[in-house]
C-alpha cells in the first residue's frame, strides 16, 4: 500500500512511538496527577515531559498554559467559545476547516457573533493588509489556519500575527495543517492561541491535540469536573492548565505524542519539511504536465505543506480515489474535505470535490513515481 | 507493586488490549470515516464494532446513537449542557463527582438552572421515593451516579430510572465506578443517557469515553467540527453519532476499548463482580475489626462496587496513603477525590478527606491480606 492520505492522519508512525505508547500502557500508565503514589507520580512526569517538549518546539514560554485535549477541534472550540461574547466580530478566512466554520456558524446563529471571511488569491493564500483592513471596533479575535487541508496552501500567519498584536486582537492559529515541518514559534508570530492536532505532522497517536493559551488570553471552560485539584471548590479552579482539563487524560496518547515530537526533534524539523516539500514539487511537477489533469495546489515549497489536490477532467474525485484505492493500492482522499468555503473560493465546481495526495515523511520517491504513472493510467 | 487504586483508572488492562492497540496502531491506523481507501475503512469498522459490543453490553438498541468522547467528563458535560435550558431544574444526589456537580453549578450560576442535591442514608444511598417527591413542573434532568467513587455505595438507578420513566423526565447515569462488573441494562433501567469511562471497569485504555444517546433525547451539540460527513454544511449535521463527535476519534483507544469489552465478555462480568466483591468484602472485615480504623463502606456485596474507603484515627489520609507507597509499595488515593458534598454527606471531616482502597479483577487474595497487613502495622 502507498499511504498518501497524512493530512487525515499520519501512518506509519515513528517505531518510537509505538514502543513507548505500549511500555507506558504496560509498566505506568496510572491516572496522572489523581493519585499520590508511585505510579501515579510518573505518569505526571511522563506528560509533563511532553508539555515541556511541546512549548520548546512552539518556542511557547508556558508549558503549564499547554491544554491537552482529545483532537484540534476540541482545541479550536475552547478557543473560540471561550473567548466570543455576544456582539463580537471575528476575522477569519474562506480556507478554513469545518472546526472552525461551524463553531463560529454555531456563534453567529446562537449568540449573534459578526463573522468576516476573508477571501484570498487564486490559491487561497490572504494577505495580512486585507486582514487589517477588515478590524474593527468590536474585532474580539483572529482566526486563521497555517495551511489549507484542502489545497496546502500556507498563510502568512507571522505577517497576520503582527496586525493582531497592532490591533490588540487575540490570534488563534489552526495548526492541524503543518505544525511539525512548518516552522511555527509563537513568540516571534506573535500567535497567542495555537491549535493544533497530535496524530499529524507531530506524528502522535490518534485522541491527542492540544492548545497553547497565551498568559494574555483567558479562556471560559467549555467543561468542567474533576481536575484533580481544589476538590471543595463546586465550581472549575481557574489554574492552567487543569482549569481547560477536566477529567482524566489520554496518558498513553500524550506519551506518544511526546515520542513523535522526540522524533521530529532528533531528526530535524527542516530535514522532514525538505523531504515533503521534495515529494510534493517532483509530484506537482509530474502532474501539472499532463492535458486531462487540473492541479490546484502551489509548486512554491514555501508555501505548499505537502499537498497535490487535483481533478481529471470529465471525472469525479471520488471516482478517481476509489479507482487509485481498488487498482493500485494507493490511500487518498476525495471529496470536500470539511472546508466548505474552500473550493468556491478556488474556483471549481462544489459538486465534485477535489482528490487529495498528502505527503509524509515516510514517503519515498519511488512511492510518488508509481503514484504518478497510476494517476496519469487513469487519466488516459 | 499492589495497585488499589482502580477506581481512579484500572491497571494492568488484559493482554488482548495492549496488543490490538500496537496492531491497530501498526497495521490499520487511518483516519476512520475520513479516507475512501481500504485502510481507512478498517479503521472504520473497528471502530464500529466496539460501538456495537458498548451496546449490547449495555443493553441499548442504538449503537449509532453512541458517542465517543475522550473521557466521561466530557460525555456527562455534552449530556447535562445538551439538555438544560435557563429556568430548568435538576434532580442530582450528594455523592456526585465534580463531573456532574461542576457542569451543574456553572450552569445555575451562569444561566439560572435550579439544582437540588438530594441526600441519602448514612452510605450515601439514596431512595426513590425521595426523588419522586422533589420532581417540578420545570425537572429536566434526573442525574445520578450508579456507584460513588468514595465509598463504592450502588445507587439504586433502576428505581430512580422508572421515576424518571414515570414523570417523563430523562434520566443521565454516571456510570464512572462500575461499568464493566455491576449490571447496566439500559432498556431494564429506563436510563436515557448513559455516562461511562472507557478506561476504568471496561479495562479499555485512558483517553476513550462515552455517551449513549437514547432515541427520545436530541441534545445540543457542545462542540461542532468536521464530520467527515455534509462537508458543505456549515451547520452541524444532526445526524448520529457525528452530531456530538465532530473531529478525528481516538481509534487505537477505542479499538483498546473493543478489545476491553471482549475481555469482560469472554470472562463473564459475573465473575469479574464476584471476584471484586470477594477481595473487598475480605478486606473490609479485616479492616473493621481495628479499633483505630473507620470503615465508611458498606460490606453488603450487592451494595459495594469494589471500594474499602477508610481512616486511621489521628492521621491524615494523604499520611497513610503516603506510608503505604513509601514503605509497602501499595498504591492507593487519599483526599477528597472531586467529590465536595459526599464527604460532609458521609459525615466526617473534609479536611483529611479519606483513603480509598479500589480493586481490580486483576487483585488477588494474597495483595489484600499483605494491604491488611500493611495499615494494621500503621495503625499500631
Redesign the interface.
Known amino acids: 500500500?502507498v499511504?498518501l492520505?497524512n493530512a487525515?492522519?499520519t501512518?506509519?508512525?515513528p517505531e518510537n512511538?509505538?514502543i513507548e505508547?505500549?511500555r507506558c500502557?504496560?509498566e505506568y500508565?496510572?491516572?496522572p496527577g489523581?493519585?499520590?503514589?508511585?505510579?501515579?507520580r510518573a505518569a505526571a512526569e511522563a506528560v509533563g515531559k511532553t508539555r515541556e517538549a511541546l512549548a520548546r518546539f512552539f518556542n511557547f514560554e508556558y508549558p503549564e498554559r499547554i491544554v491537552f485535549?482529545?483532537?484540534?477541534?476540541?482545541a479550536?472550540?475552547i478557543a473560540i467559545k471561550g473567548t466570543l461574547q455576544p456582539g463580537d466580530h471575528v476575522i477569519t478566512t474562506m480556507l478554513e476547516?469545518?472546526?472552525v466554520?461551524?463553531?463560529l456558524?454555531?456563534l453567529e446563529?446562537e449568540h449573534g457573533i459578526e463573522i468576516t471571511f476573508i477571501e484570498g488569491d487564486e490559491y487561497g493564500e490572504v494577505a495580512s493588509d486585507t486582514v487589517a483592513a477588515h478590524v474593527r471596533n468590536n474585532t474580539r479575535l483572529i482566526a486563521c489556519t497555517l495551511s489549507s487541508n484542502v489545497n496546502g496552501i500556507i498563510m502568512p500567519v507571522g505577517e497576520i500575527g503582527s496586525v493582531a498584536e497592532r490591533y490588540g486582537v487575540p490570534f488563534l492559529v489552526d495548526a492541524s495543517q503543518g505544525a511539525g515541518s512548518i516552522d511555527l514559534d509563537m513568540k516571534a508570530m506573535k500567535i497567542t492561541l495555537l491549535a493544533f492536532?497530535g496524530?499529524k505532522g507531530l506524528l502522535g497517536?490518534?485522541?491527542?491535540?492540544g492548545l497553547c493559551v497565551d498568559q494574555a488570553v483567558e479562556l471560559r471552560p467549555?467543561?468542567?469536573?474533576?481536575?484533580?485539584t481544589a476538590?471543595?471548590?463546586?465550581?472549575?479552579p481557574r489554574v492552567m492548565p487543569e482549569a481547560l482539563e477536566?477529567?482524566?487524560?489520554?496518558?498513553?496518547?500524550i506519551i506518544g505524542l511526546g515520542e513523535g515530537i522526540a522524533f521530529i526533534d532528533r531528526t530535524g524539523r527542516q530535514t522532514i519539511a525538505d523531504h515533503k516539500q521534495h515529494l510534493t514539487a517532483r509530484m506537482h511537477q509530474e502532474l501539472s504536465g499532463h492535458p486531462k489533469i487540473h492541479v490546484y495546489s502551489m509548486n512554491d515549497s514555501g508555501k505548499n505543506s505537502g499537498i497535490v489536490a487535483i481533478n481529471i477532467e470529465d471525472m469525479l474525485s471520488?471516482q478517481v480515489?476509489?479507482a487509485?484505492?481498488e487498482r493500485y493500492?494507493?490511500?487518498?482522499?476525495?471529496?470536500?474535505?470539511?472546508?466548505?468555503?474552500a473550493h468556491k473560493a478556488l474556483g471549481y465546481a462544489?459538486d465534485g470535490?477535489i482528490l487529495r495526495f498528502s505527503v509524509g515523511y515516510f514517503n519515498t520517491p519511488d512511492e510518488i513515481d508509481y503514484t504518478v504513472r497510476a494517476v496519469q493510467e487513469i487519466a488516459g
Request: aromatic share 6%; net charge positive; charged share 15%.
Open positions: 500500500m499511504y492520505d487525515s492522519t501512518y506509519p508512525k512511538v509505538y505508547m505500549d500502557l504496560r500508565c496510572a491516572n489523581r493519585g499520590g503514589h508511585a505510579m501515579s485535549t482529545k483532537n484540534a477541534t476540541e479550536l472550540n476547516h469545518n472546526s466554520v461551524r463553531p456558524k454555531d446563529k492536532p496524530h497517536p490518534q485522541g491527542t491535540g467549555l467543561m468542567q469536573g474533576g481536575t484533580g476538590s471543595e471548590n463546586t465550581y472549575q477536566s477529567g482524566t487524560l489520554n496518558t498513553p496518547g471520488t480515489s476509489k487509485l484505492d493500492g494507493i490511500a487518498t482522499r476525495a471529496g470536500l474535505h470539511c472546508a466548505p468555503f462544489v470535490g
